[in-house]
């Protein structure tokens, strides 16, 4: 269905995701170089198939070029200087209210941030996404099961490739691919998917203690350590308790 759309920023994003998976499954690496050629190939084409793709490019390759797409860009600039460092405060972008930014709430909802909160906390908020995607490769990392492995690599690069996708699009690094930003833009289909895939990974970490799987090759019973200490200390309050008991009837006898 994407292909047929066609809609080439998520086709990109599959591709990443794909490659991804591929890669920690350790497919063989001509299937990866063939599958990255084909998709670089079907790329090139289908970005000047059509005028307002190839708008996109050369708004990407020539900023001076005056178009729909430049003044999205330069919009999109304007409103990030126009927030400095701290920003114009919450609800304050001129540039929303104005309806000078397309799309504020959704696609271009990075510009919105960038003017009311300030560079700083952008390049804070962004920096979540790096962590988000850190913390889920040590998640891969310490999964011993390739199905989960496999899984937290993928939902950990589709988040933060999207989000760069969207972020490099806006900032006319990239052409514009119309991606959400994960968990900020407007769309409850959009975060509620998102946070789905949190909750997978968050699953995917609970299987560990603390980082640390049981030997799945034995069959000796691998004890939680907090729970081992919590039993333990509950077996020596009882012993004292009996003692405790031991030692007052042989008083009274």
Do not use: C
């Not at 011993?144 to 760069?164: E, H, M």
């Amino acid at each position: 269905m994407i292909f047929i759309q066609p809609d080439l920023g998520s086709i990109l994003l599959l591709f990443i995701i794909l490659f991804a998976a591929m890669a920690v499954g350790k497919v063989d690496k001509k299937i990866l170089t063939t599958l990255t050629l084909g998709v670089v190939l079907f790329g090139a084409i289908a970005s000047v198939a059509t005028p307002y793709r190839r708008e996109r490019v050369l708004a990407v390759i020539n900023p001076n070029h005056v178009d729909a797409e430049t003044y999205q860009i330069d919009q999109v600039r304007n409103a990030i200087v126009n927030g400095g460092l701290w920003g114009q405060g919450y609800g304050h972008s001129s540039s929303k209210q104005q309806n000078l930014i397309l799309e504020s709430s959704t696609d271009s909802i990075i510009a919105v941030i960038a003017e009311e909160m300030g560079f700083i906390v952008t390049i804070i908020f962004t920096s979540l996404y790096l962590f988000l995607f850190y913390r889920g490769l040590k998640i891969a990392q310490n999964t011993p099961d390739i199905g989960g492995k496999t899984l937290a690599v993928g939902i950990s690069v589709w988040i933060v490739s999207q989000a760069f996708l969207n972020i490099s699009g806006n900032l006319g690094l990239l052409p514009l691919k119309g991606l959400p930003l994960p968990f900020v833009s407007a769309g409850n289909s959009s975060i509620v998917l998102n946070l789905a895939s949190v909750g997978i990974l968050l699953n995917i970490s609970s299987q560990s203690y603390g980082g640390k799987y049981p030997d799945q090759g034995s069959t000796k019973k691998t004890e939680h350590p907090k729970l081992f200490n919590a039993e333990k200390s509950s077996k020596n309050k009882a012993a004292l308790l009996f003692a405790a008991q031991s030692s007052t009837r042989s008083v009274y006898q």
